[in-house]
């Protein structure tokens, strides 16, 4: 019996990214900076310079550093200005989630940002995965009202390894919040998460390395640390790989 082939949301950090990302037929993409630490907010120009170029809803990561979920009221204070900002130049939604000391749900300060974006569309994001609890932690966020999904790898570092636990939270949901499944999802192993689970939303990277451009080469010097990529080796969206994943998606769900 076919089903409902999943909406397909590519992680982005640059134009040309989001641009291979819908050719290669995504459904919207997430707008982040910094994706070696998991992904930070991107500047105003990047979110301009990125609706301008796409046609597809773009959802704006707003988290102000990397690290933990669990922020100080300064930092509380960027979040909310970056949602206003994203909101003034177009996007369509807003990534984030913020959790207490204990690990769970901040429900207070999440709630907060959810009225800052409204009308846009709101994303909980990975801090999910590392909730003291992900079947109250899903209550949680469910009783804010006004998050449209959570992005999960099942509590687990891939959604392989946790692909029980996302089948547990997708009935547990209920359609009362889409269980989007993220981390670790690729060409080589979609069909057997789809075949594990109606799924309706799923996040990739379909990444590749891009070599640079440059002819002088310095491979002594580092502008980040030293154990990150090389600065001659850019990490960018490949549109060949996402309609591979594409593909492979619909493989997956026309064959049950």
């Not at 992900?134 to 891939?158: M, N, V, W, Y």
Request: net charge negative; glycine share 8%.
């Amino acid at each position: 019996m076919s089903r409902t082939i999943p909406n397909i949301e590519v992680c982005i950090d640059s134009v040309q990214s989001a641009v291979n990302a819908e050719n290669g037929k995504a459904s919207r993409v997430e707008l982040c900076d910094n994706l070696i630490e998991g992904g930070t907010t991107p500047s105003s120009g990047m979110i301009a310079a990125v609706l301008e170029r796409v046609k597809i809803p773009v959802m704006v990561m707003i988290r102000p550093r990397g690290g933990d979920f669990c922020y100080s009221d300064d930092e509380f204070k960027v979040m909310c200005l970056d949602i206003q900002h994203a909101k003034l130049l177009g996007a369509h939604g807003v990534v984030f989630g913020i959790l207490k000391p204990d690990g769970s749900v901040d429900i207070d300060k999440v709630s907060k940002l959810v009225d800052v974006a409204k009308p846009l569309k709101v994303t909980f994001h990975r801090a999910f995965d590392m909730t003291n609890d992900p079947f109250k932690a899903l209550e949680d966020i469910i009783s804010i009202g006004g998050i449209q999904r959570i992005l999960t790898s099942g509590h687990d570092s891939t959604v392989l390894e946790g692909l029980d636990t996302i089948v547990k939270l997708v009935r547990k949901a209920n359609d009362r919040i889409v269980i989007m499944a993220g981390g670790g999802i690729r060409e080589s192993n979609i069909e057997r998460i789809l075949s594990a689970i109606e799924l309706k939303e799923i996040h990739v990277s379909a990444s590749t390395i891009i070599p640079s451009v440059m002819e002088h080469k310095i491979s002594t010097i580092h502008m980040g640390k030293a154990y990150y990529n090389s600065e001659y080796m850019i990490n960018g969206v490949s549109e060949e790989r996402l309609k591979k994943i594409v593909s492979a998606a619909e493989r997956g769900e026309s064959s049950k």
